[in-house]
């Protein structure tokens, strides 16, 4: 692995994409007045350029997407230089140690809001009257669909897609590569895996953007070994590139590279074809703020049967579920997401949480300084 600069991506002041600059040309940019630095909504720094570019011609720019069931990994790769990694926290399953569903999950909020659907509609039922006078009522449609994806995965590639469609607007992408997840076959007559009913979906979407091609998953790692990079297989809930990232460059690079036969009059086999140089790149970690929306009922009454407040994304103080503010503590600046609240006639304040969803503190209201408006991503670069 070589060790060379980060490249900038860089827009045009018309919108065009054009080829990524290295980072000691957009700071001079910046400093003379020709263009202008701002950030995405993903985290990854551009330029907009102020004035007419010099020319539009661009090269060949990849993206390798490595999809797991509650991770994935992307990575924007050229033939010279990779420009950025992603490391996604995927909102459909969390990993806990708890034996039931993480109830910040999809799954676990799917599961708690039928369970108490049922309870409120068994309170509705009088069973001392017949059958048919009963208070039930018929279903209002089918909801015996095929083809429906489960919120869990649905969710999941819907932040997929929302990451891929802002590295859209700020990279002018060639082609998408993705993994083969496998599932595609029917055993004892139950049909397609939801997976791959999900990925199928994904993939029809994403070629909306640019094209889609599948990569087998047995060549992942050739091309991973070809260059030189690492595997973490032991948990791959750690944020670092080792478990997905570098997974997403081998997939992208298969674009530059290729194992090819070849055949001469001494000799026959297999050796590699093409250019891929990985660099040092941003790591970006993306998550996804865990609120709950607002609940009609709570599970449990208080003292005196009254029910708590729970969910919702208002608070009372200006701010937003889901911000990202700063706060000072002891001389120290503390950054984080809004994620909670306290209004009562003795204590007022805002929880702040990290990207992972652990709190931080609780902090006074008065105190807290609004960086950005929720975009309903929780950004580490």
């Not at 001469?264 to 140089?277: A, F």
Request: charged share 25%; glycine share 8%.
């Amino acid at each position: 692995m070589t060790q060379q600069v980060t490249r900038v991506p860089v827009v045009s002041s018309s919108g065009i994409l054009l080829m990524p600059t290295t980072c000691a040309r957009a700071r001079r940019w910046i400093e003379q007045g020709k263009a202008t630095g701002k950030r995405s909504p993903i985290g990854v720094f551009y330029v907009e350029l102020n004035h007419h570019p010099s020319g539009f011609k661009t090269q060949e720019i990849v993206v390798g997407v490595d999809r797991g069931k509650a991770f994935t990994g992307i990575a924007i790769q050229t033939k010279l230089v990779t420009i950025a990694l992603f490391h996604l926290c995927l909102p459909g399953f969390y990993k806990s140690k708890k034996d039931k569903k993480d109830r910040q999950s999809v799954t676990g909020k799917m599961a708690k809001r039928a369970q108490i659907r049922r309870t409120r509609r068994g309170r509705r039922i009088n069973r001392k009257v017949v059958f048919k006078l009963r208070n039930h009522r018929e279903k209002r449609f089918d909801n015996r669909r095929q083809n429906k994806l489960p919120p869990s995965v649905k969710s999941n590639r819907e932040m997929e897609l929302r990451i891929l469609s802002e590295i859209a607007k700020i990279v002018p992408i060639t082609e998408f590569r993705d993994e083969a997840c496998g599932g595609d076959t029917k055993r004892n007559g139950r049909g397609v895996s939801p997976v791959t009913v999900g990925t199928v979906w994904f993939r029809a979407e994403a070629s909306k953007i640019a094209p889609v091609v599948e990569v087998d998953s047995y060549d992942t790692g050739k091309y991973r070994r070809q260059l030189g990079l690492l595997k973490d297989r032991k948990d791959k809930s750690r944020q670092t590139k080792e478990t997905h990232a570098n997974d997403a460059i081998a997939l992208a690079s298969s674009y530059f590279i290729q194992y090819k036969a070849f055949h001469t009059l001494n000799s026959h086999g297999h050796h590699w074809v093409g250019e891929c140089t990985v660099t040092k790149a941003p790591f970006i970690v993306i998550t996804r703020p865990k609120l709950f929306r607002r609940k009609l009922h709570q599970e449990n009454y208080s003292k005196g049967g009254i029910l708590k407040r729970q969910g919702g994304t208002i608070t009372p103080f200006g701010f937003r579920s889901g911000d990202y503010v700063q706060t000072t503590y002891k001389g120290e600046v503390i950054r984080g997401w809004v994620g909670g609240f306290s209004n009562t006639a003795k204590t007022k304040n805002i929880s702040i949480y990290d990207h992972d969803w652990n709190r931080v503190g609780q902090f006074n209201p008065n105190n807290i300084k609004l960086i950005k408006r929720s975009s309903r991503l929780c950004v580490v670069a």
